[in-house]
């Protein structure tokens, strides 16, 4: 009964760590579409929890903003009411992040306590330990590279931060998908190798997808499906794409962006045409998630980058890889 017991606690606390994940990532979506991420300049391990409670201390905060180039080139003569709607993001995130690590590790030591999880998981578990810790570290070199030179934080930097969390949202989902057995290795099959395959596109994709936000590249040919008249923008050759442009060229990040979702449809309705496998009763959700993705990705980019669309498109792509990790755990 004790074991029972347990196991339903279990799987509460990963369902709850997961809707916290996913909150906490779409959160981090609109701090960035905001330009939110920098209104908070310090790195507040300990400190920071409460917010600032009287005239003084927002003057202070906002005092540390105006000395950041972002303030003085993007933002100049902000009011201090506007700074408070970009600083509430930043800090909400913070706070949030905070909660979603101590949500982890205390039931995780609860666990460990009650030998609920098996001892050669234990490397598993603390790994995710690991990583949310890394996590913090890894939003405060972001932030960092926001503060003295540049205008906004590196897309590299942007790119890892939001990778970071989705491998602990994927690790935490694994774990769930196992809580009865608490198998947690991956058995690769030959039939499991095309999903792989597009778990692999889909997270370059994500990445695309955070140099795309983290250059404001969509704000450049806001048409489809030409780039302003042409398949190619004039900006791209053959050759440009093995050059560092593909890494910093706006028009580059945007079109493999663009290519990498063609790509990925492309995989996925051969197999579902073809039942490859018999794969197709696995893969009516990533289906639907798929046509809705590149739906919001198309609407995102016509409308101007509507905020709301464009938050949902990141959040939708989570759901996506998630529905391939689940294919991936029912195939045998």
């Known amino acids: 009964m004790a074991n029972l017991q347990l196991n339903k ?88 992040a905070r909660f979603v690590s101590l949500l982890y590790i205390l039931p995780l030591f609860y666990f460990i306590h009650n030998k609920f999880i098996y001892r050669h998981n234990y490397p598993y578990y603390f790994l995710i330990f690991f990583l949310f810790m890394f996590q913090g570290f890894l939003g405060w070199y972001m932030v960092k590279s926001g503060l003295s030179i540049n205008v906004d934080v590196s897309h590299f930097r942007l790119a890892a931060h939001l990778v970071g969390a989705i491998i602990i949202i994927t690790l935490v989902y694994w774990s769930y998908l196992n809580h009865v057995r608490q198998n947690l290795k991956i058995n690769y099959t030959h039939k499991k190798k095309i999903i792989f395959l597009l778990v692999f596109l889909i997270l370059l994709q994500i990445i695309y997808g955070a140099f795309t936000s983290g250059l404001d590249a969509g ?98 792509s989570i759901f996506l890889l998630m529905s391939f990790i689940f294919v991936i755990y029912r195939l045998k």
Do not use: C
């Open 9 to 96: 606690y279990f799987k509460i606390w990963h369902l709850v760590l997961l809707t916290t994940l996913i909150l906490l990532v779409s959160i981090g979506g609109f701090t960035r579409l905001t330009n939110s991420g920098l209104s908070i300049t310090n790195w507040e391990v300990f400190t920071g929890i409460l917010p600032p409670l009287n005239k003084e201390s927002w003057i202070q905060y906002f005092a540390l903003y105006k000395s950041i180039p972002q303030y003085q080139e993007i933002n100049l003569g902000m009011s201090l009411s506007e700074f408070k709607y970009i600083f509430w993001w930043e800090y909400i995130h913070r706070l949030l």
């Open 219 to 316: 704000q450049i040919y806001q048409t489809w499906p030409l780039m302003n008249s042409h398949f190619l923008p004039e900006e791209v050759s053959f050759m440009s794409f093995f050059s560092t442009e593909a890494f910093y060229d706006r028009a580059h990040i945007q079109l493999i962006h663009r290519l990498n979702a063609y790509l990925i449809f492309l995989i996925f309705v051969a197999i579902y045409i073809s039942n490859y496998k018999n794969l197709t009763t696995y893969l009516n959700l990533p289906f639907f998630l798929l046509i809705f993705q590149i739906i919001l990705g198309i609407g995102t980019l016509i409308t101007g980058l509507n905020i709301y669309m464009a938050a949902l498109h990141q959040l939708t």
